[in-house]
T-cell receptor, first 114, second 112 residues
């Protein structure tokens, strides 16, 4: 079974802090994704990565950056946390190539910015 | 207007009922359609994946796609309390970087 692990289930940070969210997958997947999930808005794509050291902006990249130095690890960075970044953050991965391959999700990090 | 519309519910049904969950979409370029199930405090897990118009069945679950109407459905037969979760539809354009566009999710509760 594919396992996508997010380092923290719950995180509380203060405004202005630099926040790192970590995601690791164990299936050698090329593609990795970061979403945020908010009530009434569903899942929105922040950033994604086709492969190591590659990244693309999603629909809502403002205030975020990412890092993919190793294939199995994809980090989301909040450069200067703000209260409107309080949300559930979900990481996903999938194998490249075949369109019928699904995205596999981690269990999320619930981030609160005070 | 959102690209994918989904009634958020909540939807409450008695055990054993047939459940119908639906999404409509506006972008005719969507070619792949998925249903994810998300239990409370967990990540979404893939339930069904379809490409063409028509029906696809897997146990108690049937996914239906009508591309001409831009409408997809998930049917759950003989619903169980363990089916209580949020159901998310998702869609993808081929060549679109494998990005998914999600509905907002429908919260389902199956009561004893």
């Amino acid at each position: 079974d594919v396992k996508v692990t997010q380092s923290s289930r719950y995180l509380v940070k203060r405004t202005g802090e630099k926040v790192f969210l970590e995601c690791v997958q164990d299936m050698d997947h090329e593609n990795m994704f970061w979403y945020r999930q908010d009530p009434g808005l569903g899942l929105r794509l922040i950033y994604f990565s086709y492969d190591v050291k590659m990244k693309e902006k999603g629909d809502i990249p403002e205030g975020y950056s990412v890092s993919r130095e190793k294939k199995e690890r994809f980090s989301l960075i909040l450069e200067s946390a703000s209260t409107n970044q309080t949300s559930m953050y979900l990481c996903a991965s999938r194998t490249q190539g075949f369109s019928n391959q699904p995205q596999h999700f981690g269990d999320g990090t619930r981030l609160s910015i005070l | 207007q959102k690209e994918v519309e989904q009634d958020p519910g909540p939807l409450s049904v008695p055990e054993g009922a047939i459940v119908s969950l639906n999404c409509t979409y506006s972008n005719s370029a969507f070619q792949y359609f998925m249903w994810y199930r998300q239990y409370s405090r967990k990540g979404p897990e893939l339930l069904m994946y379809t490409y063409s118009s028509g029906n696809k069945e897997d146990g108690r679950f049937t996914a239906q796609v009508d591309k001409s109407s831009k409408y997809i459905s998930l049917f759950i037969r003989d619903s169980q309390p363990s089916d209580s979760a949020t159901y998310l539809c998702a869609m993808m354009i081929t060549g679109g970087g494998n990005k998914l566009t999600f509905g907002t999710g429908t919260q389902l509760k199956v009561e004893l």
